[in-house]
């Protein structure tokens, strides 16, 4: 079965940091491109972050640019995304997905990311 | 990286076929045949129900149907059912490699 677990969200204040991971099971992971998706309280989904298999193509959202870094450890088949400098405006539950072609297949539970003072 | 735009709220009877649509440019839905629709329920995880325009994945049901004409993908759920009342997210593949999610679409079953 196709699991994605993310962890490393809570509350941080203003300008602090997080790091997210997402650790994957069930298929193999070196296969696929992956995908960082957040979803602020009550609002829509928002693409953050790709990264291709190898980690050679990565892309982010202008919201996040210079930022957030995207990175995945193949060996221990995770994927992460670094959060510096983060705003109120981050706050959002946090998704990491499967790409399969150009579509997000599978989707992990998600980790709830709070900015606050 | 503007989001491609969806009617707020889309509403039918249980039997009914409505259909949501998903506009974007020539960048991002005009451009390729990489739309993809998501359903979510509240407090769930999104499910994808239609890739690249038009195809279900294994296990969605066949009353859901994508399509699209120039800048413009569209979902149709026929036979509306009372589990289908969700929200309903589009979302394209675009020019800069990037993907862009729909503002996102409400369906009440009356």
């Known amino acids: 079965e196709v699991q994605l677990v993310e962890s490393g969200g809570g509350l941080v204040k203003p300008g602090g940091s997080l790091r997210l991971s997402c650790a994957a099971s069930?298929?193999?992971?070196?296969?696929?491109?992956m995908n960082w998706v957040r979803q602020a309280p009550g609002k829509g989904l928002e693409w953050v972050s790709s990264?291709?298999?190898?980690?050679?193509?990565?892309y982010y959202a202008d919201s996040v640019k210079g930022r957030f870094t995207i990175s995945r450890d193949n060996a221990k088949n995770s994927l992460y995304l670094q959060m510096i400098s983060l705003r109120a405006e981050d706050t959002a539950v946090y998704y990491c997905?499967?790409?399969?072609?150009?579509?997000?297949?599978?989707w992990g539970q998600g980790t709830l990311v709070t900015v606050s003072s | 990286q503007s989001a491609l735009t969806q009617p707020a709220s889309v509403s039918g009877s249980p039997g009914q076929s409505i259909t949501i649509s998903c506009t974007g440019t020539s960048s991002d839905v005009g451009g390729y045949n990489y739309v993809s629709w998501y359903q979510q329920h509240p407090d769930k995880v999104p499910k994808l129900m239609i890739y690249?325009?038009?195809d279900r994945p294994s296990g969605v049901s066949n009353r859901f149907s994508g399509s699209k004409s120039g800048n413009t993908a569209s979902l149709t759920i026929s036979g509306l059912q009372a589990e289908d009342e969700a929200d309903y997210y589009c979302?394209?593949?675009?020019?800069?490699?990037?993907?862009?999610f729909g503002t996102g679409t409400k369906v009440t079953v009356l």
């Open positions: 690249d325009v038009a």
């Open positions: 979302s394209s593949y675009t020019t800069s490699s990037t993907l862009v």
């Open positions: 069930g298929f193999t992971f070196s296969s696929y491109s």
């Open positions: 990264i291709s298999v190898s980690g050679n193509y990565i």
């Open positions: 997905a499967r790409n399969q072609g150009t579509t997000g297949d599978c």
